[in-house]
């Protein structure tokens, strides 16, 4: 009596998985069809190459690197193209004008302490450009305790957070109207006719999210082409892995978002009303790209950041960047966004099956989760 079990419900997992890959191919055909949409990605991408560009122009142009040196390290450094040295009577005065900002770094005598005889002394930032045309890094030691060029940590978290932003709120806002589209024109009434709701759902978000994560990968190889081509090698170094604990942590995080995105079309079923329910929604996205951009320098709030699901995909790879996590730090704030991730997957999933044949004004979160 009970052999057909296996062989139904091996049939009934076929059906669902070739209905949600069919869900995802609509998505993904509607989104390549659409000229804005082809045309924001285009945009997006040639904004992203002009930075690239811009940034190997200017590290090109840049003027020669004044640094001071002693009698013992002259005929070290004067050797190196783009390097303006500016001769000192001691290591004392090479530093000296080091902290009075004469010169951006000191080359000064240090016998035995590495593979250099020397070492080198930069006033609150790394000489990487300097560092960058010796074939053995020497000794660095800084006068002030500020690891990272500030400008720089800017520029990274204007990165991820603008990344982050245009990419959830664009994707996130053409899910929720779809749905309500599709409750307007009384299309999800065929659709549901045909598969289950939860491979509807299921659909709308897998194709959305590889649409973004090929977004992210286009943007990631651009910077690392950009850079490798333009000669800024140094700053691939950097960002080589803080791009892509990014991309880990934003395909959690996005489709975190657009199941609840989904969710909150499905509550409404009209365009007019779909801003009652993805305001909410959309106000998580934009907080973590404001507090990024004014806290970057704050180790605290970054640290809080890091390990709110919705803000970890740009606080965490910014930590990354700037040296200031443990090797477990990510791993934990990952786990913990991948829980939240499925929490968000089963609410989304009990709202949009609840409220999406119910018709008129929009749906209470209470009744769309017990009903």
Known sequence: MNAPTAPIRSHAESSSARSVWLVTQREIGSKLRSKAF????????????????WGGISAGSAAAIPVAVTAETAQAIES??????????SADHAIEMVEDGA?????????????YPYKIVAKDSLPETLIAMLSVSPTVELLDDSP????????????????????????????????VEEKQTRVVELLIA????????????????????????ALALIAVVGLSVSG????????GGPIAWFAVFFLFGFVLLAA???????????????????????????APYFLVIFFNDNPVVLSVMSYVPFSAPVAMPLRIYLGQTAWWEPLLSLAILI?????????????????????????????????
């Not at 193209?81 to 009577?89: C, F, H, L, V």
């Open 38 to 53: 082809v045309i924001s990605t285009l945009v997006l991408l040639l904004f992203a190459l002009g930075v690239v560009v």
């Open 80 to 89: 190196l193209d783009g390097i303006q040295t500016i001769n000192a009577d």
């Open 103 to 115: 010169v951006e770094a000191a080359a000064v005598p240090d016998e035995g302490a590495g593979p």
């Open 148 to 179: 990272e060029n500030s400008l720089m940590r800017y520029f990274v978290a204007l990165g991820f957070g603008i990344v982050f932003l245009m990419a959830a709120s664009m994707f996130g806002s053409t899910i929720a109207q779809s749905v």
């Open 194 to 217: 045909a598969i289950p709701v939860r491979a509807l759902l299921a659909g709308k978000v897998l194709g959305n999210t590889l649409l973004a994560m090929a977004q992210i990968i």
């Open 232 to 239: 800024q090698s140094v700053a691939l170094t950097g960002l």
């Open 260 to 286: 609840l995105f989904a969710a909150a079309g499905a509550m409404v079923s009209r365009q007019e009303d779909i801003g009652s329910t993805t305001t909410p929604l959309t106000m998580l996205i934009i």
């Open 339 to 371: 829980v939240t991730c499925v929490a968000a997957i089963l609410v989304g999933s009990r709202i949009y099956e609840n409220a999406l044949l119910r018709m008129g004004g929009r749906v209470k979160l209470r009744e769309a989760l017990t009903s």
